[in-house]
C-alpha cells in the first residue's frame, strides 16, 4: 500500500476511511494492509478449545479468553501457559486449560470450574463469566477480574493461578451515570497515571438503555478501588458499530492503544484505537485484525488477549458468532 495508512485515517472522514480498508462495514475477509501503530499482523493458526470437545460443557459455547505464561512465575505449573476462559450463559464457570505452547495443545483443568457462579457467603447469581487475569507483581499474585451478573465485576486472588480466594466487587453499574445495564467484559492493567494518582487502568463494556455498547474507563492506586470516566472511551458511533467490546490495553512505540471487537452486524473485525499514554486520544486507526469468512471465524473475531511464545507475538481470541464458537489462535 503506497500512502501510509495511519496519516490515511486521521485525516479522512471515519466512515470513508474504514470502509476502503476494510472497518466497520466491510465484508468480512476482506484483505487489508499491515495493522496501525506499527503492531504486527496476525494471521489465523488454528483452533485451541471447542466446547463439544469439553468435560465441562454446560451449554456448548465458550468466550472470553485470556492468555497468560507462568513458566517463569511459579516453580512447578501445569504448563507454559495458562489459558482462562468461561461459558457465558447461566450458570457460566470460570475455566482453566494449560498448555507448553500458545499455538496449542491446551489441556483442560479436570476440576473446571475453578469459580463457580455461587461462592458463599459472597454471592450467588446466575452466571459468572469473562474471565481476565493480572500477574501482580508487587503481590506476586494472579488477580483474576470476572463478571456476574452483568452489572457486577469483581475480583479473586491466587497464589499458583488455579485456587482462588474471593477479595472484592470493583466495577458496578451504580458507578456510571443513570441508565447504565452493564459493566462487564473488564480487562486490568499496570499503566500508570501520575496526574491520577493512578498504577492501574481498567477497561470495560458499558451498556445503557439505549442498548448499544461502548467502552469505557477508569483507573485506580491498588487495583481494587476505582474511579470510572462517565464518558465512552470508544462510543460505538465513533467508529461505525452498533456495538463494540472485549476490549484490550496494548502499548507499543512510547503510546497506548486499545483493541477491541464490533459485533457481527458491523464488521465483526477487531478495531484499534490509538487514546495516548494518558487516554485522552481518541485516534480512530481501523482495523486492527479483519475476521476471516471461513470457519471458525466466520465472519467474527471478538475478546482477543495477547502473549508471546519464543519471541514470537500470538493472539488468543473468540472466533465465530457469538455464544457459538470457539477459541483459537493467530500468530503475528
Known amino acids: 500500500m503506497a500512502i501510509d495508512r495511519r496519516t490515511l485515517l486521521r485525516t479522512a472522514t471515519v466512515s470513508g476511511a474504514l470502509l476502503a480498508l476494510g472497518g466497520p462495514g466491510a465484508a468480512a475477509g476482506t484483505a487489508v494492509a499491515a495493522a496501525p501503530g506499527g503492531f504486527p499482523d496476525y494471521t489465523y493458526r488454528g483452533t485451541l478449545l471447542r ?26 505449573p501445569l504448563g507454559r501457559y495458562y489459558l482462562y476462559y468461561a ?5 457460566g464457570g470460570i ?5 507448553d505452547s500458545l499455538e496449542g495443545p491446551f489441556t483442560e483443568y479436570p476440576d473446571n470450574p475453578i469459580v463457580s457462579n455461587t461462592w458463599s457467603p459472597h454471592y450467588s447469581v446466575s ?22 451478573e452483568n452489572t457486577t465485576t469483581r475480583l479473586a486472588r491466587s497464589r499458583d493461578g488455579v485456587r482462588f480466594t474471593y477479595d472484592t466487587e470493583v466495577l458496578t453499574t451504580a458507578m456510571l451515570p443513570a441508565g447504565a445495564t452493564e459493566t ?5 492493567f499496570r499503566h500508570d497515571l501520575p496526574a491520577r494518582g493512578a498504577k492501574y487502568v481498567i477497561v470495560f463494556m458499558r451498556n445503557n438503555t439505549t442498548n448499544h455498547r461502548d467502552i469505557c474507563w477508569g483507573w485506580s492506586p491498588d487495583g481494587r478501588t476505582w474511579e470510572v470516566d462517565p464518558k465512552p472511551l470508544i462510543d460505538h458511533a465513533a467508529v461505525g458499530a452498533v456495538n463494540v467490546g472485549g476490549p484490550h ?32 486520544r481518541r485516534d480512530h486507526l481501523g482495523v486492527f485484525y479483519d475476521s476471516r469468512s471461513t470457519a471458525p471465524e466466520n465472519g467474527r473475531a471478538a475478546s482477543p488477549s495477547f502473549g508471546t511464545d519464543g519471541g514470537v507475538p500470538y493472539m488468543v481470541f473468540e472466533a465465530g458468532e457469538r455464544l457459538s464458537g470457539a477459541i483459537a489462535v493467530a500468530r503475528g
Open 51 to 76: 466446547p463439544q470437545d469439553l468435560k465441562y460443557n454446560p451449554t456448548d459455547e465458550i468466550i472470553f479468553p485470556c492468555v497468560r505464561g507462568v513458566y517463569d512465575k511459579l516453580a512447578d
Open 87 to 91: 461459558p457465558h450463559d447461566a450458570p
Open 95 to 99: 475455566c482453566l486449560a494449560y498448555g
Open 127 to 148: 452466571h459468572v463469566s469473562s474471565p481476565h487475569v493480572m500477574w501482580h507483581e508487587e503481590k506476586r499474585e494472579f488477580w483474576l477480574y470476572f463478571h456476574g
Open 184 to 188: 462487564s467484559y473488564a480487562r486490568v
Open 249 to 280: 490495553l496494548l502499548s507499543r512505540d512510547g503510546t497506548t492503544y486499545v483493541v477491541y471487537n464490533t459485533d457481527k452486524e458491523s464488521g465483526g473485525n477487531i478495531l484499534i484505537t490509538e487514546v495516548g499514554n494518558d487516554f485522552s
